[in-house]
């Protein structure tokens, strides 16, 4: 990990989490999982790619999800998002494109992101890494204290930021946020399992771009 690349907004803000023991124990446990012959995904290029994408001082929204997906050739380091010729979309996006459609008219036909996060959305998982195959297998190594690092950082920030937080898990995550000085929307995820509890028909993207026009921001182009 000491050689991947990290946009400099982040690094200088994260270094000493990234020096701390819990980091070093997480670069110990990717280095086994390699050694013992396994495939870690996303690529370690990518492992940074919401940070990279969204630098600090260009997050206007962040979206928070738990794993990458764990299949290859999916995960490319932004939550949610697959890369352009991944069929099927998987079906928590299909959700998110369904409540987009009916919130904002727009149509959505690939899975890839990365143009929200060149907006200011910060994309960003609770686990970076996961196992080939296995779902979760990289939970409580540490990724977490590290994104728990940069949601607090993000939290002490002064402008008022957008945090979409759907289901238990990324409620929890972010119970931190001061909902006084930041604009925070939860929802039900949008998986199959939960997604008709509520998710539907919450109108998060109008929602946020309000929120922005009254900040005197550009509004996000949610088309992809």
């Not at 990990?1 to 270094?15: C, G, R, S, V």
């Not at 995550?173 to 008709?196: C, D, M, Q, W």
């Not at 509520?198 to 929120?211: D, E, M, R, Y």
Request: proline letters at 6%; charged letters at 20%; hydrophobic letters at 35%.
């Amino acid at each position: 990990m000491a050689t991947i690349q990290l946009d400099e907004t982040w690094k200088n803000t994260l270094q000493t989490t990234l020096e701390s023991e819990k980091m070093s124990s997480l670069r110990d446990f990717l280095r086994h999982e390699k050694d013992q012959g396994k495939v870690i995904l996303p690529h370690s290029s990518l492992w940074f790619n919401a940070l990279n994408s969204t630098p600090l001082n260009q997050v206007k929204v962040v979206i928070l999800g738990q794993d990458p997906y764990p299949t290859p050739g999916h995960a490319h380091g932004l939550c949610f998002s697959v890369l352009p010729d991944v069929k099927p979309i998987p079906k928590s996006l299909i959700n998110i494109y369904k409540e987009l459609q009916d919130d904002l008219g727009i149509e959505n036909h690939n899975g890839h992101l990365q143009s929200w996060a060149e907006q200011g959305v910060l994309l960003l998982n609770s686990v970076l890494t996961v196992a080939s195959g296995q779902a979760n297998s990289h939970q409580g190594r540490g990724w977490e204290e590290f994104t728990d690092a940069i949601i607090n950082e993000l939290n002490q920030q002064t402008r008022p930021i957008a945090f979409i937080l759907w289901g238990a898990y990324a409620q929890k995550k972010g119970a931190i946020i001061n909902t006084e000085r930041h604009f925070v929307l939860r929802s039900p995820h949008p998986s199959p399992l939960s997604a008709y509890r509520g998710f539907f028909g919450s109108k998060p993207f109008s929602k946020i771009n309000h929120f922005l026009k009254q900040q005197n921001q550009p509004e996000i182009n949610w088309r992809t």
